[in-house]
């Protein structure tokens, strides 16, 4: 049985950091592609952030040089480092998995960046 469950979401202010887990079960993590999505009210759900299996990385432009993405195979934990964050940054924070084209998510971790 899949999980995915994510961590560390708050509440924080801007130009401050916060570190996001997500700790998986059910899945060869090793294998899988790992990414952080977010969503803001009213908005569609958007990618921030994938790493593959060989620790490749790529980030929307929106978050380029202030978050970064990686994973402890030993763990089966994807992380998400977000610095200099802004109230644009606000949502959501959903992880994700993939493999043979299969999708599993988790359930969210709120991040709030007060002005």
């Known amino acids: 049985q899949v999980q995915l469950v994510e961590s560390g979401g708050g509440l924080v202010q801007t130009g401050g950091s916060l570190r996001l887990s997500c700790a998986s079960s059910g899945i060869i993590f090793s294998i899988h592609v790992m990414g952080w999505y977010r969503q803001a009210p009213g908005k569609q759900r958007e990618l921030v952030a994938v790493?593959?299996?060989?620790?490749?990385?790529n980030y929307a432009d929106s978050v380029k040089d202030r978050f970064t993405i990686s994973r402890d195979n030993a763990k089966n934990t994807v992380y998400l480092q977000m610095n200099s964050l802004k109230p644009e940054d606000t949502g959501v924070y959903y992880c994700n998995a993939q493999q043979f084209g299969l999708n599993y998510w988790g359930q969210g971790t709120q991040v709030t960046v007060s002005s």
């Open positions: 790493i593959t299996s060989g620790a490749s990385t």
